[in-house]
Nanobody, 124 residues
């Protein structure tokens, strides 16, 4: 059973940066496509970014393109989300997800494994 643990969330002013980490254990991390999702209060969980098992391809929600960067270190079983130029509308709980079905990187239902999330709050 794969376990995912997010870290790096916090409170930051608009325009600031945070780097989220997601450490995986209990499985073959390097085989899995990984994703980041977020959920704001009263809203549905939404796709933010994804990266293929090799790191060769990355995908982003339109509103975070150019500001967020997803990366991974398979030797450390860790995936990262570097978030720059943060905006108040980025405030949410951010979740790491793993094991997406082929072609399902954008879909929450496609992922087999989830972390418990880390809170990101961006003040104006």
């Amino acid at each position: 059973q794969v376990q995912l643990v997010e870290s790096g969330g916090g409170l930051v002013q608009a325009g600031g940066s945070l780097r989220l980490s997601c450490a995986a254990s209990g499985g073959t991390f390097s085989r899995y496509n990984m994703g980041w999702f977020r959920q704001a209060p009263g809203k549905e969980r939404e796709f933010v970014a994804a990266i293929t098992w090799s790191g060769g391809n990355t995908y982003y929600k339109d509103s975070v393109k150019g500001r967020f960067t997803v990366s991974r270190d398979n030797a450390k079983n860790t995936v990262y989300l570097q978030m720059n130029s943060l905006k108040p509308e980025d405030t949410a709980v951010y979740y790491c997800a793993g094991g997406a079905a082929v072609g399902g990187d954008y879909l929450a239902a496609s992922y087999a494994y989830w972390g418990l999330g880390t809170q990101v709050t961006v003040s104006s």
